[in-house]
């Protein structure tokens, strides 16, 4: 097998933080540190796109994975190259074949509940049919590390506040963690992330990453657009600190998801997909005990 035609791309990091002078409860001046948030509007092939609202901490990778979840395109190697030049705050994306109807395919647009207002092309909702997920387990002990991994994770949140961080793993091994101003930016980020990773295949070439061993974990709500964005990953596990909403209920039970929200210490709900997630109620009962 040859090797898949990765896009070039820059590397136009920018601070995630700047100071400013606040004043606390005491009547103090403090420094405290604040997220940055910038706007980044994306052109493919000189045509205006979209203007995201984003931390700027891997700006390239956040516009290939919002073209890979909006289905603008389907295949890493559609894209030729992503430049991003924070001077004139813009990112120019050149495909190599170009986008057959993208003005009507991003003329209906809707505004999402996405913290920051994310924004979604089309009638995603219509594919929805089409994607079909991996068989995967993941037990209850693997929860329990992820939830404790995303705990120790040293963070912008921490130190500012004011952001939404989102993880991939591989089972309960923490593969890439990002942060933004907004839930769906960061998806997008790890969408555009899993699209450039390879691995090795039995016929000793190279095949695009596997999902079936993967969780997402997002700080933010299970809407429907984080649902969406998770299936379409190819990943059969969504969990989350906070809830879900009805429409990403909906779409997770359609799509054969695995959703677990309200995951803090030993607590949480699955709300979707029960069967892909192996009880052990014994190691709740024992953190139970220890608390008592």
């Not at 948030?37 to 609202?53: N, Q, S």
């Not at 998770?230 to 969504?238: E, L, N, R």
């Not at 997770?252 to 959703?259: E, H, I, M, N, S």
């Not at 709300?271 to 024992?286: D, N």
């Amino acid at each position: 097998m040859s090797e898949v035609l990765l896009p070039r791309l820059s590397n136009a990091s920018a601070p995630l933080t700047r100071e400013v002078l606040a004043v606390n409860e005491f009547g103090e001046a403090t420094s405290v540190s604040i997220p940055c948030e910038r706007p980044l509007t994306v052109y493919v092939d000189k045509r205006e796109l979209v203007t995201l609202m984003t931390l700027g901490a891997c700006p390239e990778l956040l516009v290939l994975g919002f073209l890979r979840n909006q289905r603008l395109v389907r295949s890493v190697e559609d894209v030729e190259s992503i430049d991003v030049d924070w001077e004139v705050g813009a990112a120019a994306v050149k495909t190599r074949h170009g986008i057959d109807d993208i003005e009507a395919r991003t003329a209906k647009r809707v505004v999402t509940t996405g913290c920051g207002q994310g924004s979604v092309f089309g009638d995603l909702m219509e594919e929805i049919d089409q994607i079909g997920l991996p068989p995967a387990q993941l037990t209850q002990a693997q929860v329990y590390d992820i939830v404790n991994a995303i705990r120790l994770q040293e963070s912008t949140y921490k130190s500012a506040g004011s952001v939404h961080g989102c993880a991939l793993f591989r089972r309960e091994q923490m593969l890439i963690f990002v942060e933004d101003v907004g839930r769906h930016n960061a998806v997008d980020t790890i969408a555009g992330w899993m699209w450039l990773q390879q691995e090795s295949n039995p016929e000793g070439g190279l095949q695009p990453m596997a999902s079936t061993d993967k969780v997402f974990y997002t700080t933010g709500r299970l809407t429907s657009e984080m649902v969406i964005k998770s299936a379409q990953m190819g990943v059969p596990f969504a969990i989350s600190r906070s809830g879900i909403t009805q429409m990403g209920h909906q779409v997770a039970a359609q799509v054969g998801l695995c959703t677990i929200g309200r995951a803090t210490n030993r607590h949480f709900l699955c709300y979707s997909s029960p069967e892909r997630l192996i009880m052990q109620p014994e190691l709740a009962a024992s953190r139970m005990r220890v608390v008592a």
